[in-house]
């Protein structure tokens, strides 16, 4: 199985940047579908974007244009890189995987393995 490790949340302006990352261990992430979801406060968690093992990618209709989703597969860490972000962003991101044989993308809510979340606080 996979340990994950979520950082690099923060508090931000409107219009500002963030990196979360996500290492992993235990297992290699070339074996994972691997996913951001976040919660805002008084809200279902939501998935955000999602990478494949084979690198496909896919975003929410809310962050598409402005996240990106990547791995780097010899650090074993997955990212994402948060441009113009808004208050509505403001919650508490989470990675999670899955192994890579399941469906994989953005909007799957079933996952194996959770980092345990880091902050990102959006400012107006």
């Known amino acids: 199985q996979v340990q994950l490790v979520d950082s690099g949340g923060g508090s931000v302006q409107a219009g500002g940047s963030l990196r979360l990352s996500c290492a992993a261990s235990?297992?290699?992430?070339?074996?994972?579908?691997m996913a951001w979801s976040r919660q805002a406060p008084g809200k279902e968690r939501e998935g955000v974007a999602a990478i494949g093992s084979d690198g496909t990618t896919s975003y929410a209709d809310s962050v598409k244009g402005r996240f990106t989703i990547s791995k780097d597969n010899a650090k074993n860490t997955l990212y994402l890189q948060m441009n113009s972000l808004k208050p509505e962003d403001t919650a508490m991101y989470y990675c999670?995987?899955?192994?890579?044989?399941?469906?994989?993308?953005?909007?799957?809510?079933?996952?194996?393995?959770w980092g345990q979340g880091t902050q990102v606080t959006v400012s107006s």
């Open positions: 235990g297992d290699t992430i070339r074996n994972y579908c």
């Open positions: 999670a995987a899955v192994p890579r044989y399941y469906y994989c993308s953005y909007s799957r809510s079933g996952y194996n393995y």
